[in-house]
């Protein structure tokens, strides 16, 4: 019986399965020299939309220009061979990469493979629709190197870079790397990776660590200037509430009237400095999150290049623990006592509120004693009316009567009626106070 495997698979196994082999290395043999980039738009994370429609739209004018077919829209990769280069492209959530390669025929200088870059095959108009959104550009040459010449030399090494601080290493048992990791004069930043013994697929692995590297160290360096930017405005923050504090203790020796509207006025500013941190913590969270993120990919690619020391100058590593490092650590303490003052300001905020409310109380407690006063005092009016009421009522039922017996007497019944009215005062009052006791007992128990 024949089955179609196809029909059994789940809707996104082919999918899940291809994730893993979606970002090949490129296939470099030295000489080769590389220009890549790295293109940013986005400032919130909002905006992954524009994002991904932008860097879409990008890459097909660039596949357009030469008669390519561009990718789908939903694509995240794309490796095409153009002939005079190859480009490799990876949209990623908050940038896209573009790397172009291009192998030289003949042996160059590495002067000359920095200037004979691929990127001078990319149209100019295609360039300036970067204008303001490059986050990296960086040169790679990718060199082969005798065995018998296996060491680099500093000085010659030197001439190639305008930073006076270079790092190197050797790395992955037949490779070394130098760069200084500066912006050279010409716009890009310079890496030398030389082949000395590099296996088969080694030489394109190890350039593009070294880019994610170099791509990773700059997008983490982006939550440093929001750190800068914060650290004012948090000192002001709390300048502000150890103020509002030390008011709250001044009040404890005021009237409590004064105390209660000098309570209700730090509680406003309170709520507005609650405000102000929530509000900045909205706009740095992401971004330093996405820091610490980024820092994490640069220090798990320093590792995996296994890196030796090269004599006299410091390892890639050394150079990020030593100025990477710092900027990731400023970030990280910026937030931290974000998050600290938030939850002090937090903390002030219930204690205020926690005293209003105490006075609040006592408020309501004198106004529940003042009403309970007053129903006492009614009370006693009451009971001093009460005895007017039998007495009226009383009243008013002898006179009933006493008429009664008048006409009894008038219809020839023998009767004395003022007599009969005297002895009755003393059974009606008695008959009417009984009867007001019964409705103040019922009205009682219910």
Not at 310 to 330: K, N, Q, S, W
């Amino acid at each position: 019986m024949s089955i179609v495997y196809a029909n059994l698979n789940h809707p996104q196994r082919v999918a899940l399965a291809a994730e893993v082999h979606s970002r090949p290395f490129l296939h470099l043999k030295a000489p080769e020299s590389l220009t890549h980039l790295a293109v940013y738009v986005r400032d919130q994370a909002a905006d992954a939309s524009r994002h991904s429609t932008f860097q879409h739209a990008l890459l097909t004018d660039l596949c357009v220009h030469f008669g390519v077919t561009a990718p789908g829209v939903d694509a995240k990769h794309f490796f095409y061979d153009f002939g005079r280069f190859r480009l490799k492209w990876e949209c990623h959530t908050e940038f896209a990469t573009y790397t172009f390669a291009q192998h030289h025929e003949s042996e160059l200088t590495i002067d000359e493979a920095f200037i004979d870059a691929p990127l001078k095959h990319v149209p100019q108009q295609w360039l300036l629709a970067l204008q303001g959104k490059i986050m990296v550009a960086a040169h790679v040459v990718l060199e082969r190197v005798p065995k018998e010449e296996n060491g680099g030399c500093i000085s010659g090494m030197q001439r190639l870079f305008e930073g006076k601080l270079l790092s190197s290493s050797k790395v992955l048992q037949g490779g070394e790397i130098w760069t200084d990791f500066l912006i050279q004069a010409d716009g890009f930043s310079r890496f030398v990776v030389r082949d000395i013994d590099l296996r088969d697929m080694q030489g394109g692995r190890l350039a593009q660590r070294i880019l994610e590297i170099e791509t990773y160290r700059m997008m983490a360096l982006l939550g440093l200037p929001h750190a800068q930017q914060a650290a004012p405005v948090l000192s002001a923050i709390e300048s502000d509430l150890a103020t509002l504090t030390a008011t709250m203790v001044d009040t404890d020796h005021v009237s409590p009237e004064q105390a209660q509207v000098e309570d209700e006025r730090i509680l406003r500013k309170i709520t507005g400095l609650a405000a102000r941190i929530e509000k900045m913590s909205l706009e740095n969270s992401y971004r330093f999150s996405a820091s610490q993120a980024y820092f994490r990919l640069v220090k798990a690619r320093i590792e995996e290049l296994r890196e030796n020391r090269v004599e006299g100058v410091p390892t890639i590593g050394e150079f990020m623990e030593r100025r990477l490092a710092p900027a990731m650590d400023t970030c990280t303490s910026v937030a931290r006592r974000q998050e600290a003052l938030a939850e002090r300001i937090a903390h002030t905020n219930d204690l205020l509120r926690t005293r209003v409310g105490i006075v609040q109380e006592q408020q309501n407690r004198q106004i529940l004693e003042s009403m309970n006063a007053r129903a006492a005092q009614q009370l006693r009016l009451q009971q001093a009316v009460e005895g007017l009421s039998v007495a009226a009522i009383s009243y008013y039922m002898v006179g009933l009567f006493g008429y009664a017996g008048k006409a009894l007497k008038a219809a020839g019944v023998p009767i004395n009626p003022d007599i009969a009215t005297g002895v009755m005062v003393p059974v009606f009052a008695a008959g009417v106070w009984l009867g007001l006791r019964r409705l103040h007992k019922t009205m009682h128990d219910a």
